[in-house]
């Protein structure tokens, strides 16, 4: 996935901490100049350069920051992952914000990498859902390929899902479907909790449809009833220890909204190296 950040998303980032002015790095001479280190407490895959970056750019151009380690990839616990350079006032305002980008970012790819090995070796994607932190969803969505697993819709406005309420809104699977059909020409999912609404919808002939806490049972069945003739997403009570089981059935997908709703920000700290007038 492409990375999209705007200056306007990074002075909201950065004015929510600012302020009207950072009191405390105040307190330093605006003429020195510092360097400083970045390091994580924890194994990690790193994620996030292009937003930590954007930050300080926005503070500070001329602050220059050199990564040790390549986006995506796995690194130990207690390792130097960057080394800034610039004036010790835009690193100190910085710090904060940047670092928690880049550690809920790094989280949601170290998640996602595990999820991504739970399930090596089968036909399988993982895919994420639109349970993501407000105004971080292109940003985690982007840290989940970086983890290895893969994209479900964007938002409400490039794929149709339709699911129970939305049923019942419209009378019948069957009329969803062939509303949606008419109203537009994005990609058709259909959320279904049994098997005889999956007979239902495989009659509709959506794109995909969601199996809804389906049993294991129950998700064997329906990839034998449906052939081959639909793809089929599993969702829903899927956690790290059934996951693979789960893809054993012979789903196509299995998506996740744990991927990033259920981080936890990985322990990273930034510690000035050097201070000088």
Avoid at 96 to 107: D, F, G, H, K, W
Avoid at 229 to 253: C, H, K, M, P, Y
Wanted: hydrophobic content about 45%.
């Amino acid at each position: 996935m492409r990375q999209t950040i705007t200056g306007e998303q990074i002075r909201h980032f950065i004015e929510e901490d600012l302020g009207v002015g950072d009191v405390t790095a105040a307190i330093i001479p605006a003429v020195t100049r510092a360097s400083a280190e970045v390091i994580t407490r924890e194994a990690v895959v790193l994620c996030g350069q292009a937003w930590f970056e954007a930050v300080f750019a926005y503070l500070d151009a001329s602050i220059q920051i050199t990564w040790l380690h390549a986006e995506g990839s796995a690194v130990p616990a207690d390792t130097l992952l960057c080394r800034l350079d610039g004036p010790a006032r835009a690193l100190l305002t910085g710090e904060r914000t940047a670092l928690n980008l880049l550690q809920s970012l790094s989280a949601t790819a170290t998640l996602s990498r595990r999820y991504a090995e739970a399930v090596a070796g089968t036909s399988c994607k993982v895919l994420d859902t639109r349970k993501t932190i407000p105004g971080l969803r292109v940003a985690q969505k982007y840290a989940v390929t970086c983890g290895g697993c893969y994209n479900h819709r964007m938002g409400l406005y490039d794929a149709v899902l339709i699911k129970e309420n939305h049923i019942m809104a419209a009378g019948s699977i069957a009329n969803a479907v062939n509303t949606a059909r008419q109203q537009t020409a994005v990609w058709i999912e259909v959320e279904v909790e049994s098997l005889a609404e999956l007979r239902e919808a495989l009659q509709a002939k959506p794109n995909r449809i969601m199996l809804d806490n389906f049993s294991v049972a129950e998700l064997r069945e329906a990839v034998r009833f449906v052939d081959g003739n639909i793809e089929l997403e599993a969702s829903g009570n899927i956690r790290l220890e059934n996951i693979r089981e789960i893809a054993q059935t012979g789903v196509d997908f299995i998506s996740i909204g744990a991927l990033t709703k259920d981080i936890k920000a990985v322990d990273l700290s930034m510690r000035i190296q050097l201070i000088q007038a």
